[in-house]
């Protein structure tokens, strides 16, 4: 394998209801950055049906070269199809690094092309780097329960591959001026061909949390006390419209389920606002939080570590203040 044929960064642009994924976009910046280091070309990948339309948006958000595959075959999500475009795109302009969304969709699109490939994955990284000399990348992530932070290199093997985490890197700011090269694509691919049909999208109607998305967190520790003291975290984040999150003590009491768990083995969040309440403070729970707009803690413990990391505290009891902030924001959101 001659490393030489290998250039640039890529970022596999996952749309959905036809929008592109707000993770693409943060691959965008941290790609980049990546790009700049090296010299070279950042470009997305676009495989949908109608998604030309989304391509100088890529660019928009830092891209200078955009794949596109676009066509009917393409209207939902499988495996195959996609497989098939982005294998023949790797084989043709070869990139140097190949990102993806660490989602349902980049999980699973990720691994089958690197069983096809004669490269390795690294699978939920946090942090990206790339040696400026030597073009190696620096995929980061927690392992061993979260105990160390390992990072993976790809020595022996081109395109490096690595998905990475919804909100752990930042999307640039838009560019509307920005321009850059769109390239067409097409390979041949029938229906008859593809094994896998889809007959219906049955859309869940039940909600779910999704607190890497939420702009209000309202998030609930040990302090709770109890599965029957922690309803009232759900009470003030359904006032207030936001999602439930939890410190992991919680979810390991079984309060909730791990889904909420923000932290170092949880969600990264970056909401606008962050409570934080009967939460000590461990440096494994601020991690997943620290970057959120505004940080509100409640602790009766005044010497808690959470202090140290908010940047509004109130001093007192949780099922004291709780219903006073209720009973406050039900009044002035009506
Ligand atoms: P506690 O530490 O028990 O704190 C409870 C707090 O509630 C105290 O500060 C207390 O003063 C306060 N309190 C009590 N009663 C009240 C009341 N009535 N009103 C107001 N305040 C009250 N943790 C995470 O959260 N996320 C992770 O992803 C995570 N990953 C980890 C990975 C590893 C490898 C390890 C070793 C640990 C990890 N942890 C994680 C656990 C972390 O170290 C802490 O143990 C955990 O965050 C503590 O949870 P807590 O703050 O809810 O509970």
């Keep these: 394998m001659n490393f030489d044929d290998y250039r640039g960064t890529w970022v596999f642009m996952e749309v959905k209801d036809g929008a592109i994924a707000s993770v693409s976009l943060e691959l965008l910046g941290a790609g980049r950055q990546l790009a700049d280091k090296r010299s070279s070309e950042l470009a997305g990948v676009l495989i949908g049906d109608g998604v030309t339309s989304l391509a100088q948006e890529v660019i928009e958000y830092g891209a200078d070269v955009v794949y596109v595959y676009d066509a009917p075959i393409y209207k939902h999500y499988r495996t195959e199809t996609y497989m098939k475009a982005l294998l023949a795109c790797?084989?043709?302009?070869k990139p140097e690094i190949l990102l993806y969304g660490a989602t349902s969709t980049g999980k699973d699109l990720a691994s089958a092309v690197a069983t096809d490939l004669p490269t390795g994955l690294t699978a939920d990284t946090t942090q990206l780097d790339v040696e400026e000399d030597t073009g190696l990348l620096l995929a980061s992530r927690p392992a061993f329960g979260g105990n160390i932070m390992a990072t993976i290199l790809c020595k022996k093997y081109r395109p490096q591959m690595a998905t990475v985490r919804p909100k752990v890197v930042r999307a640039l700011p838009r560019d509307k001026e920005r321009t850059g090269v769109i390239f067409e694509e097409s390979i041949p691919i029938h229906e008859d061909d593809i094994r896998t049909k889809v007959l219906e999208i049955v859309r869940n109607t039940i909600q779910t949390v999704r607190i890497s998305?939420?702009?209000?967190?309202?998030?609930?520790?040990?302090?709770?006390g109890s599965a029957a003291g922690f309803q009232l975290i759900h009470k003030l984040a359904e006032v207030l419209g936001g999602a439930v999150g939890a410190s992991r003590d919680v979810v390991?009491?079984?309060w909730v389920g791990h889904h909420h768990q923000v932290g170092q083995t949880g969600v990264t969040v970056t909401p606008k606002i962050y409570f934080a309440i009967g939460i000590s403070g461990a440096i494994q729970h601020i991690v997943g939080m620290q970057n959120s707009g505004l940080i509100i803690a409640i602790n009766k413990d005044p010497n808690a570590l959470i202090f140290q990391s908010c940047h509004y505290g109130i001093v007192g009891d949780a099922f004291e203040i709780i219903p006073l902030l209720i009973e406050q924001f039900r009044g002035a959101l009506g």
């Design 252 to 254: 390991e009491a079984g």
């Design 213 to 224: 998305e939420a702009d209000i967190i309202v998030s609930g520790g040990k302090g709770m």
């Design 90 to 93: 790797v084989e043709k302009f």
